[in-house]
């Protein structure tokens, strides 16, 4: 057992088909409340806004029956100057069995797991990973399409400041998915070549192919001045709009991880066609990716948690 979620990276293919398994095991009981935390204590620490996974993991620790715990980190001594690891400590001195911590710093959780004796959960370090973010686009993907082996996923967008992509990429490919990203050059470095996922040169290319077209949110927050003239332009090459949702092939699905910008990754007659009148099957996942992150969050916990005396 791997004992903490701190990224996909250094997780291996096992705990992942562990996750999945479990996840599939539990979305069975999503009607009934579980057993299977009881006595554990489960705190958030968000030093970033989140609606989904911080909600999302509390949902998740009382369906098992843990006490949550959210942690307000604006109104705590974080305030007066107190560090992040005494501020953990003093709640490891509490009881506290996992921790499930977002933070803007890449590398926080790194740095923090030999110092502490608790399970942490990475709930998204700066642009570094987001790995229960790539648990349940997983699970939602093999959910839908009853496999991974051999799908072609397109990531599309701000390649360069997402947390979604590189935990997606590993995982995906650890399960046999071909990723493919594509996005403005100057979002998208080359580094990325070395992921081994394929840099698509065309939009209209890349999602005539793909079985997943997964946008990502264009993270306005962590733009540098100069990568983007403009909004507009961003949007008018390489948002989904209705001439390019109808270049999709049949059967794929179309996802987001949330917050969605309308108007930059997506139009918002694309949005309304694939809720209301979908071309060919294709079928759009947002509201499904949430429901599962709830089930998958429940599967992780119970995974880390299990031999947690
Ligand atoms: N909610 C995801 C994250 O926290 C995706 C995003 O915000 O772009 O990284």
């Not at 006595?39 to 968000?46: H, T």
């Not at 349940?136 to 082996?149: A, E, P, V």
Request: with cysteine; charged share 25%.
């Amino acid at each position: 057992m791997p004992g903490h979620l701190l990224g996909l990276r250094n997780w291996k293919m096992e705990h992942i088909q562990e996750v999945m398994e479990r996840s599939f095991f539990l979305s069975r009981y999503r009607e009934r409340k579980l057993d299977y935390l009881r006595g554990k204590l489960v705190a958030a620490l968000f030093f970033e806004p989140s609606t989904r996974t911080k909600f999302s993991f509390e949902v998740a620790a009382r369906w098992l029956s843990a006490d949550f715990y959210d942690f307000p980190v604006e109104m705590s001594s974080v305030v007066k100057g107190e560090s992040l690891l005494d501020t953990i400590l003093t709640l490891k001195s509490m009881g506290l069995n996992a921790l499930i911590l977002r933070h803007p710093q890449s590398g926080t959780l790194e740095w923090l797991q030999n110092k502490v004796d608790i399970t942490l959960i990475n709930a998204g370090d700066g642009s570094h990973e987001h790995p229960t973010q790539a648990l349940l686009d997983i699970f939602t993907i093999q959910k839908y399409f009853d496999r991974l082996k051999g799908l072609k996923i397109a990531m599309v967008g701000d390649i360069k400041h997402s947390r979604v992509v590189r935990s997606s990429i590993k995982g995906l490919k650890e399960m046999g998915a071909e990723v493919y990203l594509v996005g403005p050059p100057t979002l998208l470095p080359y580094c990325f070549q070395e992921t081994g996922a394929k840099v698509g040169s065309s939009l209209e290319e890349v999602i005539k192919e793909a079985d997943v077209v997964y946008l990502l949110r264009l993270q306005r927050e962590r733009q540098q001045a100069g990568l983007l003239p403009s909004l507009e332009e961003y949007s008018y090459l390489y948002g989904l709009n209705i001439e390019r949702l109808l270049l999709l092939k049949e059967g794929a699905m179309v996802m987001h991880p949330g917050p969605l910008n309308i108007g930059v990754e997506i139009t918002q007659e694309a949005l309304d066609k694939l809720h209301t009148s979908p071309p060919s099957g294709i079928t759009v996942s947002i509201q499904r990716q949430v429901e599962n992150g709830i089930i998958v969050r429940a599967a992780l916990l119970d995974f880390l948690l299990k031999g947690d005396g």
